[in-house]
Nanobody, 127 residues
């Protein structure tokens, strides 16, 4: 059974940084394309970033481009999201998601593309 477990969330001041981690077990991680999504209170789920199974292709939402970086370490079965220059608008529950990918450079931007989800980790930005 696949499990995705996020960590690294917390309270951060505006302008600060955090690194979120998502460890995947129960699947061959290197065959999985991965993504990060977030959901703020009272709002719908929003795409944040995605990486292909190889890590060579990445995509970002316009709202986080240049501030957030997605990366993966296939040897550690882990995908990361480095978030920087945060603002209160980045306050949300951040969740990682994964799905098998046949093509090594394909990224997925929609939540319905993903099969497996973590429980999420809360990021709160204070002004």
């Amino acid at each position: 059974q696949v499990q995705l477990v996020e960590s690294g969330g917390g309270l951060v001041q505006a302008g600060g940084s955090l690194r979120l981690s998502c460890v995947v077990s129960g699947r061959t991680f290197s065959t999985y394309a991965m993504g990060w999504f977030r959901q703020a209170p009272g709002k719908g789920r929003e795409f944040v970033a995605a990486t292909s199974r190889s890590g060579l292709s990445t995509r970002y939402a316009d709202s986080v481009k240049g501030r957030f970086t997605i990366s993966r370490d296939n040897a550690k079965n882990t995908v990361y999201l480095q978030i920087s220059s945060v603002s209160p608008e980045d306050t949300a529950t951040y969740s990682c998601a994964g799905r098998p990918a046949l093509v090594s450079f394909t990224t997925y931007l929609n939540d319905y593309d993903y099969l497996d989800w973590g429980q999420g980790t809360q990021v709160t930005v204070s002004s």
